[in-house]
């Protein structure tokens, strides 16, 4: 059966495309590409002369037919200019069409910065939501921000260089100052991956102007919805100070846990310390 190929292809490195990347574009009778001039150079480098043409944000649907026509003669690839395609990239429309017209959709597995950015930040990999890029607009920014700012699984965003700075602003203010990974040009010669607090982050890039794509990795809310009861918050203080931990470290730790303030927490050690 004649395939869609849905192939990943390097997101800066050219040494990241597989070898199967490899082998399915040149034996396709057709790729489909997001941006033609960045495939032509990839298929350049790797000496690959398979028929290409154009599939992206503005014309994926009139060439729907020309893809399909395509898929009857033998297999089509899908890429975009960078990463995994149909992942923040045109392909959902040719995907759902290819399987209404009974042909076989397969992924061809690699780069893909959104799954790169996430393993290095160090931030919880076992329950991620991925957003793809935060709105334009403040507003809206904020709105998508506060609909997840309860959510407990790691955020993943992606983000223009010039929309950095305001962006990491809507992330303090809705979000609070919660630790995040920034990913500027993963794999590239000018890789940075910038581990820290929201405001160390807006510091940094205030200092040194942001160049290139980002990725930004966020921690998810750690506080529960309903805060612990007065037995519950006492057990867990008595049985830090018991483990000889500062009463500082015990309130900031037991606030980001019980939903209590790390005023109040440290009036309570202090009050027993006292005792």
């Not at 930040?121 to 309860?150: H, I, N, Q, W």
């Not at 820290?196 to 921690?219: K, M, S």
């Amino acid at each position: 059966m004649n395939t869609l190929y849905l192939v990943a292809t390097p997101i800066g490195n050219l040494d990241d495309i597989s070898p199967r990347a490899l082998q399915v574009l040149r034996q396709a009778r057709l790729i489909a590409a997001e941006d033609t001039r960045q495939t032509r150079k990839l298929l350049g480098h790797f000496g690959i002369q398979t028929e290409m043409i154009s599939y992206h944000e503005h014309n994926k649907l009139t060439r729907l037919n020309q893809v399909l026509q395509a898929l009857s003669e033998g297999d089509v690839a899908l890429v975009s200019d960078a990463g995994t395609p149909a992942l923040n990239d045109p392909g959902y429309e040719l995907v759902r069409a290819t399987l209404q017209a009974g042909f076989k959709v397969s992924p061809i597995p690699g780069p893909c910065a959104p799954i790169a950015a996430l393993v290095a930040s160090g931030l919880p990999t076992d329950a991620f939501l991925y957003l793809g890029y935060l709105p334009r607009k403040s507003k809206a920014r904020r709105e998508l921000l506060s609909s997840v700012s309860r959510k407990p699984y790691t955020l993943i965003f992606l983000e223009t260089p010039h929309r950095l700075l305001e962006g990491l602003r809507d992330l303090l203010a809705i979000l609070g100052n919660r630790q995040i990974c920034v990913a500027r040009e993963l794999t590239k010669l000018h890789e940075e991956i910038f581990r820290g607090d929201i405001q160390e982050a807006l510091h940094h890039y205030t200092q040194q102007p942001p160049r290139g794509e980002f990725t930004l990795v966020v921690a998810g809310n750690t506080t529960p919805s309903e805060p612990w009861d007065q037995a519950t918050l006492m057990t867990a203080i008595r049985q830090a100070l018991n483990a000889a931990q500062p009463a500082a470290q015990i309130a900031s730790q037991l606030a980001k846990q019980s939903g209590w303030s790390r005023r109040d927490i440290y009036r309570i050690i202090t009050d027993i310390q006292r005792s």
